[in-house]
């Protein structure tokens, strides 16, 4: 959707910049019409470090049909994600990127809107739900492991597909059946339509292969939402449909729907991603698979399965989960939108500022993280997190917007590499991930072909 067309839209959002917006902060305006877009797309790494190298840590630039200033820093992720004076609006800052593909998810509400909307989707990640959940996933991880264990393949697009149907069961409650690979591709094309250059959904673009995408979702998600309201199913989308907020009211079909789409795109992309770098940084280091795989027989677990009151003791285990989600990740930058003008670094921006802050940039600084590119997890044990500012890692967001789902994704986590690591030792070829897709979500673009040797 153009900015212009965003606006119109949405009534209540700032209406749209002047183009001369900015022009007291330094930076470049790039290429007629396209701007940075191209090259921001093509590699956001190398071009936020070359802006960084040119510009500092504040700088404008036009991308996406407007002008963006960029914050780079621990403390620029603290005022704009902690937003103690409520400036920064999120929906109008993802909104030009996902307002025709997931309107009115919990990234896309702000402030009063968003906390209770939080409040009543908190209650499908409550202890009891997430104990069954625990169940589902160890069901269907260790099903997954016994049939790749032993095996060669590329990672990449077997973990998505098994991400895919953990959330359908946990989330939905459903096997998924025939139509699982259109689900599947319905939420590739819906992500891919977010960076799409062409921001109409016109035939044969990406924004109109992701509107089509949704449509269908919309349609399959829709179809579902009275049969649950009315039962008793324990699943994430049967409590969502029968939750209430404060003064006693569900939310409505078209709430309930967009939270799902939003909810099952965050559950199954971020976590594919993230497990996909954890997985490829331990065959990279394969001393850390000795060091989880000896962690976990230190538990004492005669059952097959990762109880989940034992979550907890996997420390080794979560310390190299955010050690990989530091390298990589999932989200790695995050756009705003300032509601009222505020100063930052003797820099004044006003009122309708589009502002991103990157997570990428920060968890690479070696002012937090001395020899940033080294895979070290023990970075994150209480003696070496001392004194680091809280928002020098930043991958599930802060704030009032941290991730809602983020305990979900240390347990689906935990419990693939209880039962990978017992089961194997991961192997992988030369130059295996040498190169990924780093935006909207991080891929190998070589799928990560591994080899899973049986232990």
């Known amino acids: 959707m153009p900015l212009a067309s965003s606006f119109e839209a949405n009534p209540h959002w700032l209406p749209p910049q002047r183009r001369d917006t900015l022009e007291d902060i330094p930076g470049e305006d790039g290429w007629p019409v396209v701007g940075g877009t191209l090259k921001l797309v093509a590699d956001p790494t190398g071009y936020v470090r070359r802006m960084h190298a040119k510009y500092g840590s504040v700088y404008r630039h036009r991308s996406f049909g407007g002008r963006n200033a960029v914050l780079l820093g621990a403390d620029a992720n603290e005022l704009v994600l902690f937003d103690r004076d409520r400036i ?131 349609d399959y998600f829709g179809k579902l939402v009275p049969e649950r309201r009315a039962g008793n199913g324990e699943d994430m989308f049967s409590q969502i449909c029968r939750a209430t907020h404060d003064d006693g009211t569900h939310l409505s079909d078209g709430e309930i729907v967009d939270h799902m789409n939003f909810l099952m795109m965050a559950a199954h992309d971020t976590i594919t991603s993230s497990a996909t770098t954890l997985v490829m940084l331990l065959g990279r280091n394969p001393e850390w698979q000795v060091k989880l795989r000896d962690e976990m027989e230190t538990l004492g677990v005669n059952d097959e399965d990762l109880p989940y009151d034992r979550l907890g003791d996997l420390v080794l285990t979560e310390y190299a989960f955010k050690e990989a989600m530091r390298l990589m990740p999932p989200v790695p930058s995050i ?121």
């Open 88 to 218: 920064f609006s999120s929906e109008q800052g993802w909104g030009p990127m996902l307002n025709l593909l997931f309107p009115r998810g919990l990234m896309l509400m702000d402030f009063d809107k968003h906390r209770v909307h939080r409040r009543t989707l908190s209650v499908a990640f409550k202890p009891e739900p997430m104990r069954l959940y625990a169940e589902s996933l160890n069901a269907g991880i260790a099903r997954w492991v016994k049939a790749y264990a032993g095996r060669s393949f590329a990672f990449y697009p077997a973990i998505k597909a098994l991400t895919l149907e953990l959330a359908a069961t946990s989330f939905l409650g459903l096997p998924f059946g025939p139509e699982s690979a259109r689900i599947n591709q319905a939420f590739v094309d819906m992500v891919q339509a977010t960076i799409g250059i062409i921001r109409l959904p016109l035939p044969h673009t990406a924004m109109g292969r992701g509107v089509a995408a949704r449509r269908f979702l919309v």
């Open 335 to 455: 756009p705003r939108r300032a509601l009222k003008g505020f100063e930052f670094h003797g820099h004044h921006f006003p009122a309708g500022t589009f502002v991103g802050v990157n997570t990428h940039f920060v968890h690479a600084d070696p002012a937090h993280w001395p020899d940033p590119e080294k895979f070290d997890p023990l970075r994150f044990t209480p003696e070496a997190s001392r004194g680091r500012h809280k928002y020098a890692w930043v991958p599930f967001g802060g704030g009032p917007h941290m991730c809602l789902g983020l305990h979900f994704a240390y347990m689906q986590v935990k419990i693939l590499m209880w039962h990978l690591l017992r089961a194997a030792e991961i192997e992988l070829p030369s130059g295996s991930g040498a190169k990924w897709q780093a935006w909207p979500i991080p891929k190998p673009r070589d799928g990560l072909p591994l080899t899973l040797r049986s232990i």
